[in-house]
């Protein structure tokens, strides 16, 4: 590392959103999932995905040199992580995110200057519309797409919970705010001796139900339709949100962590994971530019550190806490009644 200053990191973020904007372009033409069948040349695909002549070549070599893509002998085919988690086919697709991130975030984090200085979220609601959940869940394609991103989003944290959290002393879980089930699946295939539950919006059961049924844990995952502040939590040992306290605001985060601890008995556990936020709020920027895109996505909430979490727990009631890394940006923050 040299003492000299050097303006290549100041320019390789603040230009990042090139980079970003190729692959989002590339997952939207749907370009991985067409090389999934195997390489193609280059008239063959500039074809296939209906690309004009004159930038196709550089787009798809751009994908090379991002390491996206690889171009040999037969022509261009996709690298294996792409051909793991990008293509659509595959149940281990990731480009669900991706895709919302296309349509919503990248449009919606052009006006940051503009709620760094309103505080105002600068999606639908900024003209006065719904919020977010109830705009995307009045359009079903949405509905499924913004699912679909939360597996994406969570696969990884959903994978190291159902692992590493000692299922062997529960019987059984909720998943408050579950979205398309992943990690209520997740913990089910990994632990047969468990009983689970989806908890979230009337809208999202069929979308649950279908995902369990296809992950064969039907029989052991159930969906419960309700709302977290109209309803009650459902009972059981172990209660479990992920990055729903980082969407609202701080009266709110604190009645849902009452509510959890209300739906637990003694010795059950509450589980929050997010992009926790370190202590010291200087390591984790993916947690706090999760942050700033709540304060673009909803109008009260924020991402926070285990300190906090921890803080509004034992407020609660809740008798221990503790922060656990997971994968990622992501940790998880587990509180003992
Ligand atoms: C950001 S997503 C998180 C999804 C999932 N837990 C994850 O980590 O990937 C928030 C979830 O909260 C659910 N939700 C929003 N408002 C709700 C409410 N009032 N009652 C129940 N669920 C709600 C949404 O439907 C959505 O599935």
């Known amino acids: 590392m040299s003492d000299h200053p050097s303006p290549e990191k100041i320019l390789q973020t603040g230009l990042a959103f090139w980079p970003a904007k190729t692959l989002l372009s590339a997952v939207e033409l749907g370009v991985f999932t067409e090389?999934?069948?195997g390489p193609q040349?280059?008239?063959?695909?500039?074809?296939?995905?209906?690309?004009?002549?004159r930038s196709a070549r550089d787009f798809l070599d751009t994908l090379v040199a991002l390491g996206f893509l690889k171009r040999g002998s037969e022509g261009y085919s996709?690298?294996?992580?792409?051909?793991?988690?990008?293509?659509?086919?595959?149940?281990?697709?990731?480009?669900?995110?991706?895709?919302?991130?296309?349509?919503?975030?990248?449009?919606f984090w052009n006006n940051l200057t503009d709620a760094l200085r309103t505080g105002l979220p600068q999606n639908e609601s900024k003209?006065?519309?719904?919020?977010?959940?109830?705009?995307?869940?009045?359009?079903?394609a949405r509905l499924k797409e913004f699912l679909h991103a939360m597996s994406g989003v969570s696969r990884g944290s959903n994978i190291a919970i159902a692992r590493a959290f000692p299922w062997k002393d529960y019987?059984?879980?909720v998943d408050v705010g579950t979205a398309q089930g992943d990690l209520a699946v997740q913990v089910a295939m990994a632990n047969p001796h468990l009983i689970g539950m989806g908890f979230d919006l009337p809208q999202v059961e069929p979308i649950f139900l279908d995902y369990a049924k296809r992950c064969g844990v039907a029989g052991r995952v159930t969906f419960r339709p309700g709302d977290f502040f109209r309803d009650d939590l459902p009972k059981a040992d172990v209660v479990l949100m992920g990055h729903i306290l980082h969407d609202w605001d701080l009266p709110t985060k604190k009645m849902l962590v009452r509510k959890a601890f209300d739906a637990l008995p003694k010795g059950g556990a509450f589980v929050v994971y997010e992009a926790i936020i370190d202590d010291d709020r200087s390591q984790n920027a993916f947690g706090l530019m999760m942050s700033l895109n709540m304060l673009i996505e909803t109008p009260g909430g924020f991402d926070f550190s285990g300190r906090d979490c921890s803080e509004w727990m034992r407020e609660a009631g809740?008798?221990?806490?503790?922060?656990?890394?997971?994968?990622?940006p992501d940790s998880m923050v587990i509180g003992t009644k």
């Open 171 to 173: 019987k059984s879980y």
């Open 41 to 53: 040349s280059f008239d063959v695909l500039r074809e296939r995905l209906g690309l004009h002549p």
């Open 35 to 37: 090389l999934a069948q």
């Open 78 to 107: 996709n690298a294996p992580d792409a051909d793991a988690f990008l293509d659509r086919q595959k149940p281990s697709y990731v480009g669900g995110l991706l895709e919302m991130a296309n349509h919503r975030l990248y449009p």
């Open 318 to 328: 809740f008798s221990s806490t503790r922060v656990q890394p997971l994968v990622g």
């Open 127 to 140: 003209s006065g519309g719904p919020g977010l959940f109830d705009t995307l869940y009045a359009d079903p």
